[in-house]
């Protein structure tokens, strides 16, 4: 399991994504913006430099598609396979190649290979 350590909250950063990154000192979660075309996420840099490490690690992209409120509105994808940061300025990109998707609207879930 997994426990909370610190919590920074990235003023500026309205995200349609969220973004996991396995760093050397345990998992990060960062606001994305997650361009399907490219299949790059865009997230603030200042994080993934304090967290160090390789600039490739294992990563996930979560994407809400909710339509609205309650459990059967709600649907998304969850994209994990490895990553591959860009750290350039304020804005980091990072590619992500997906290995596994899991799909879920309300109740019903789905994950299969890429």
Partial sequence: SV??????????WPATA???????????????RWNERTGRASV????????????????????DESEGLGPLAKS????????HARLRGDVASVALEPERITRWKGF????AAA
């Fill in 3 to 12: 426990s909370i350590e610190s919590l920074e909250l990235l003023d500026g």
């Fill in 18 to 32: 969220v973004l996991g990154w396995m760093a050397p000192g345990g998992p990060i979660a960062l606001p994305a």
């Fill in 44 to 63: 603030p840099a200042a994080p993934l430099k304090r967290a160090g490490g390789p600039r490739s690690a294992a990563t996930c992209v979560c994407i």
């Fill in 76 to 83: 998304g994808r969850l994209l994990r396979g490895p990553g």
């Fill in 108 to 111: 019903e879930t789905t994950t």
